[in-house]
């Protein structure tokens, strides 16, 4: 006991058992008798009395003031310092004093926090959360069930450091360093992968990493494009387009509306091959392979039957096909031959001449 404060013995009882002569107790932060004292941790001594009762010796604690016992335990030496519970300012050795601890239990798990590593249940040891306030919160870390206030649990994150960056994944607003933040991202696991999107580096499995594709939306159908399957809401997967450049626009064609640059949409084009030639048609320069490019044939439907042009193997419905008249101008009238009903301009109309060729 301290020297300098004067020391009364108060009278105590434990439910009729009767406390060891000399044994060494501390008295916690509690109540006493309603009456709340400071945090310090004070250490006392028991004498042996007969009877029910026993004699507690405390320092700086008015005679009057009856300690309540369950507020007492034996003491130990919990961190293996060589110093009695009683005396030691950091009881389970975590950095942080006692008297900041204090005999709450913020866990629930029974055992108070001054002798707690792990105050708040998540997994994560005070020692390592240390008593600071990352997100400013007003509640210290090694309390704080989200120390970074990204929506996902310290318990979640863990101390481990998923990107590389020196920071922990509990204090790191970008666990998995894309770009796109733990709160935007959040614990779901959208391609179900067994990955949480805030650690998963392609959130979709389409094969284009979110870093990539951003939180930004393109098609704007409310969907970031790292979470959306069709990014540019085109009709074709994101992991069919991928995130290659095909007409060198700078434009990845998960994006490009237009992917290889024929003047036709890719909604419009789509994935189909009518050519046969293993080339989807929002890619093939030539679609229907009669040697006339998609971008000179185009999207219009110059015969009316409803096949547009990039698609008609007979844009002008003459019955010559347009690989056999080409993108020539036969008599300059300023009209390819592949859409001249008269292509010689001799008055006898490519549909009536091909029959007689064919007859």
Known sequence: MPG????????????????????????????????????????????????????LRVAGVPKSVHIQADLLEEADDLDGDGTPDYNDDD?????????????????????PDFRDPD??????????????????????????????KDGVTDEEETDADTDGDGKSDYLDNDADGDGISDRVETNVDTDSDGTADYLDDDSDGDNISDTEEGAFDSDQDGTPDYLDGDSDGDDISDTIETNKDSDGD????????????????????????????????????????????????????????????????????????????????????????????DSDADGIPDSVEMVSVTA
């Open 250 to 341: 700078s434009t990845p064609d998960f994006r490009d509306l237009d992917s290889d640059a024929d003047l036709i949409r890719d909604a419009t084009e789509t994935n189909a091959d009518p050519d046969g030639d293993e080339i989807g048609s929002y890619l093939d320069e030539d679609s229907d392979a009669d040697n006339i490019p998609d971008d000179i044939e185009g999207n219009r439907d110059s015969d009316l039957d409803g096949t547009s042009d990039y698609l008609d193997l007979d844009s002008d419905g003459d019955s010559a096909h347009d690989k056999l008249e080409g993108n020539i101008d036969t008599d300059n009238d300023g009209m390819a031959n592949y859409l001249d009903l």
């Open 4 to 55: 300098d404060r004067p020391a009364y013995e108060l009278p105590l009882v434990r439910r009729g058992q009767r406390l060891e002569s000399s044994d060494h107790w501390k008295l916690a932060a509690s109540f006493l008798a309603g009456v709340l004292v400071s945090v310090a941790i004070v250490a006392c001594t028991t004498t042996a009395m007969s009877g029910a009762s026993n004699s």
């Open 91 to 111: 009881t389970d050795e975590d950095g942080i004093p006692d008297s900041v601890e204090g005999y709450g239990d913020s866990d629930g798990d029974t055992t």
């Open 119 to 148: 105050s708040d249940g998540d997994m994560i040891s005070d020692q390592v959360e240390k008593h600071v306030d990352s997100d400013g919160d007003g509640i210290y870390n090694y309390l704080d069930l989200d120390s970074d």
